[in-house]
């Protein structure tokens, strides 16, 4: 046990006391200086951060010769300069720590879409008749959920036990899941789509899921479906979504997550899509955004870095070959 640990956050107290009692030595860049960050680097085991923003791992990696470790505070790792880090330094996500707050986010949005409030009007004739708004019926509907994961399972499991829905879920493998009640290949894709009243995108971003989403695939949506989107906005090609929504009325789009441009996520899009009566976004806060969300995540990661110290097997181990 024991260790050198660098966090790029500040802990809450509870987290720094489970990595004492591990006889950690731990470091929290807010409380060092640049000439603090530059004695500790060569001496740093394991390295907890987010995946941008908070600490330059591409400048500073070559600085820590002993870094075996770097457990992320944030479920996806996309932002992660994979061809900067060693390859003999293990990468852990913080996988499965938001998924229920996404997962409430994304049928916050599928409900909107839904019953039309993403256009609000006070004039009953009006908000009954415009295919913009007129409310459609959830109980019952065939829920499509691209991502089988912890927020995909979490999507799933609340349709399921609130809405009756019938689920459908798309992996890689094609292997079953629960709260899931047939799971498809990703390659089989296209043949679910048609079939979905409800589409749930729930997927990382990687080599294999970057645009993954398309104006085919959109178009095989079927009459008045309903697309949310809380995995990652590159997941869907932008300029054609905005191209299918603005040809297909019926069909209702709501997002979470954005587009990325020149490394950050832009907010509103380069496309007019905002402007699109059948959109409806919200700026990337389905989880986190709240403290006592973000210090379950943070104390989540932190019992990872726990196995880790014990000698045991940490969660979430990040396959390099999924963004390399």
Not at 93 to 120: F, T
Not at 184 to 192: A, G, H, I, Q, S
Not at 292 to 320: F, H, K, Q, T, W
């Amino acid at each position: 046990m024991g260790g050198v640990v660098l966090s790029t956050v500040e802990l809450p107290e509870n987290a720094r006391e489970v990595l004492r009692r591990l006889g950690a030595e731990l470091y929290e860049l807010p409380r060092l200086g640049e000439g603090g960050l530059l004695n500790i680097l060569p001496r740093v085991e394991v390295l907890m951060c987010w995946c941008s923003g908070d600490f330059d791992l591409a400048r500073w990696v070559n600085s820590m010769p002993n870094l075996r470790v770097i457990q992320t505070f944030s479920a996806g790792v996309d932002h992660l300069p994979f061809q900067a880090i060693p390859s003999n330094v293990r990468i852990y996500s913080n996988a499965g720590a938001y998924s229920e707050p996404v997962a409430e986010h994304a049928w916050a949005l599928i409900l909107a879409l839904a019953k039309g409030l993403h256009r609000p009007t006070l004039a009953a004739r009006d908000y009954l008749s415009n295919e913009f708004t007129s409310p459609r019926r959830i109980i019952g509907s065939t829920l499509l959920v691209l991502g089988t994961g912890g927020i995909g399972r979490e999507i799933a499991r609340i349709g399921k036990e609130g809405f009756r829905t019938y689920n459908i879920g798309v992996n890689r493998s094609g292997r079953q899941v629960e709260y899931f009640d047939e799971v498809y290949r990703t390659d089989e894709l296209r043949v679910v789509i048609p079939r979905a009243d409800i589409i749930a995108i729930a997927l990382p971003l990687n080599k294999y899921t970057r645009n993954l989403i398309g104006a085919e695939e959109l178009r095989l949506a079927k009459r008045g479906a309903i697309i949310v989107n809380v995995g990652r906005g590159d997941v869907v090609r932008e300029e054609d979504l905005y191209e299918v929504l603005k040809e297909r009325p019926d069909i209702r789009f709501g997002t979470d997550v954005w587009w990325v441009h020149d490394g950050r996520e832009e907010i509103p899009p380069r496309t007019p899509l905002t402007t699109l009566p059948n959109f409806l976004g919200t700026p990337h806060i389905a989880g986190g955004a709240q403290r006592d969300v973000a210090e379950r995540a943070i104390m989540r990661a932190v019992e990872n870095v726990a196995r880790y110290l014990r000698g045991e097997s940490p969660l979430n181990e990040v396959d390099r070959s999924d963004y390399v």
